[in-house]
């Protein structure tokens, strides 16, 4: 069984940075998309990136190009995400996901049903 733990996440001024961690155990995630999630208050669950097996390709939600950036290190089964230049929307909780079917495109890795493995999420609040 896949067991995904985020953590970073914490309370910044706007305009701050934040990197998060999703650390996975129970198998080596090398072979996985991986992506992040996040759902603010009162709002559905939505896409923020993905990332390819090998970590070579990148799909980015339009709200968060240029200001994050999706990582992975397979070695340490860890998956990253830097949050710069936050702003109060991108408050929400962040979730990492792992998608063990292996397949990446742009288009399918922004589906949430493709996920197979969630963390618990951890709270950004962006403050003004």
């Known amino acids: 069984q896949v067991h995904l733990v985020e953590s970073g996440g914490g309370l910044v001024q706007a305009g701050a940075s934040l990197t998060l961690s999703c650390v996975a155990s129970?198998?080596?995630?090398?072979?996985?998309?991986m992506a992040w999630f996040r759902q603010a208050a009162g709002k559905e669950r939505e896409f923020v990136a993905s990332?390819?097996?090998?970590?070579?390709?990148?799909t980015y939600a339009d709200s968060v190009k240029g200001r994050f950036a999706i990582s992975r290190d397979n070695a340490k089964n860890t998956l990253y995400l830097q949050l710069n230049s936050l702003k109060p929307e991108d408050s929400a909780v962040y979730y990492c996901a792992a998608d063990s079917k292996g397949y990446y495109s742009t288009y399918t890795s922004r589906d949430s049903m493709r996920y197979d493995y969630w963390g618990q999420g951890t709270q950004v609040t962006v403050s003004t």
């Open positions: 990332i390819s097996p090998a970590g070579y390709r990148t």
């Open positions: 129970g198998r080596s995630l090398g072979r996985d998309v």
